[in-house]
């Protein structure tokens, strides 16, 4: 399978996969933290430990939306042929936002991806007018 034809649903769910991936790696203590206060309500159950909870805890959870958003970007484009109009525009505000707070972090991906999503909306929408306008 050539790279240019890989779901933008793909990439999402492997970024989303890394990133989930690498919590214990970046947010070792973090996962540890939460382990040693029981799992359940953790987080905020020890104000000394909120802090760095939550910050494992937030870094996973953007993992795991992040392949949500690639599982819900694959649907569209198995039923629609293309990724969702609005996927470019929320994929570079996210890029945006993420740069912007934290320009060291993995924001940047977001970018060649909404590229590649808006390449492949607009090709769909120029296959589409052919089609219909075609006799």
């Keep these: 399978m050539r790279l240019s034809r890989v779901r933008i649903g793909t990439w999402l769910l492997a970024v989303g996969a890394v990133h989930l991936a690498a919590t214990p790696v970046f947010f070792g203590d973090a996962l540890r933290s939460v382990v040693e206060g029981g799992v359940l309500f953790s987080v905020e159950a020890d104000a000394e430990a909120?802090?760095?909870?939550?910050?494992?805890?937030?870094?996973?959870?953007?993992?795991?939306?992040?392949?949500?958003?690639?599982?819900?970007?694959?649907?569209?484009?198995?039923q629609l042929g293309s990724p969702a109009p609005v996927l470019p525009p929320t994929l570079l505000g996210l890029g945006a936002w993420g740069v912007l707070l934290d320009p060291q972090s993995g924001f940047w991906l977001f970018f060649p991806i909404a590229v590649l999503a808006w390449l492949r909306v607009r090709s769909a929408r120029r296959s589409t007018a052919v089609a219909v306008s075609v006799p």
């Design 50 to 78: 909120t802090t760095l909870r939550a910050s494992g805890f937030w870094y996973a959870t953007s993992g795991v939306a992040v392949m949500a958003l690639g599982l819900l970007s694959r649907h569209s484009e198995s």
